[in-house]
């Protein structure tokens, strides 16, 4: 029995090298090997044509539907209710398959259903979320302008007027994950009377909402961003986030989604690592795999350390999650340093390949690219440091 079998992790990915996965239940585990099967056995076999075509493969909603991970981390009506830390280890393991398909579950299960979990009522939580849970509803979340992002707080332009029972809202929104073909979008909109910010549940086919498809990507290309125009749009007041009345609310959300972005930087780095080790078991040069070779091996070591560390600091943000102690600086601490530390993960597997980490058949050249777009949503590293800095110093260095 090998050393990995000793420790009840023969079934983990070899980039979990200290048997972090041993900290979830048994249950727990169950449903993150379930997921681990679903991305080999049915994600990774297509992911790079449809990369390479930017499109998005519809055909597999039902069986990431069936696995029962939309909204997985809420304990609201339908929702899983399971725990940040699985959540955060189930978005990992996306990502290290394919980081495209953890952003489209991030954006659904993270930023559209999280928003109505903790901004709607009770009656609004009751109305959305089963069906999102089951994703017969997928939603996105409208927050990013073009003219405005890591300002937004201050620099959101889309307005809201009330009109009676409805709300009119006029304004552009850029980014925008899943909108080109989503359900439900989350719209945040200031309102004119009280310029506070406030969200709104808008349905895909309300008049006067339309949709321009982002094209050109050089990262998350399966990822289907949609830039959206707002014109004289109009929801009813039940649509309205009824718990959301300034931008702290937004925040809100965004923390504990930062905290899954982190998590799939982990997974980004992971895949391109284990890519990498795969590759130099493989690849023979002077009649010896290169894996043999002691610089190869440095560079395999420095992209666990990578992985390991930052899933450390992954693992004890999300237990301060699941123990309601996550502050806004916990979040942009673990966010900032995983993709850091994903970013010059993926470009030593990229070293190790030479020539051929460019191409995709060998899956890290994806990773590379997919990096660049994990390293600046949710957060730019900029911002998270600046996050982290007002809380350890007391002083604020925004402008």
Known sequence: MS?????????????DFLGFELLLS???RDLLGSVRSFMTREVEPVINDYWTR????????PGIAKLGIAGLAYDGPGCPGRGALVDGMVAM????????MSTFMG????????SIHLCGSDEQRERWLPAMARMELIGAFGLTE???????????????????DEWVLNGEKKWIGNAAFADLVVIWARDEEDKQVKGFVVEKDAVGMTFDKQEDKIALRVVQNAEIHLHD???PEANRLQKAESFRSTADVLRVTRMGVAWQAVGCARGAYEHALRYTKERQQFGRPIASFQMVQDLLVKMLMNVTAATAMNVRGSQLQDAGLLADEH???????????????VGWAREVLGGNGILLEHHVGRFVADAEAIYSYEGTREINTLIVGRAITGESAFV
């Open 93 to 100: 393991e996306l990502a290290r398959v394919d980081p495209s």
């Open 26 to 28: 048994e249950q727990d």
């Open 54 to 61: 930017a499109e998005f493969p519809h055909e597999l909603v």
């Open 3 to 15: 050393e990995r079998e000793d420790l009840g992790l023969e079934d983990s990915p070899l980039s």
């Open 146 to 164: 073009p003219d405005v992002g890591s300002a937004i707080s201050a620099g959101l332009a889309t307005s809201a007027r009330r009109d009676g």
């Open 233 to 235: 749009v109009r929801v």
């Open 107 to 114: 954006v659904h299960g993270g930023l559209a259903m999280g």
């Open 331 to 345: 979040a942009s601490l673990c966010k900032a340093h995983a993709t850091v530390r994903m970013r010059e993960a």
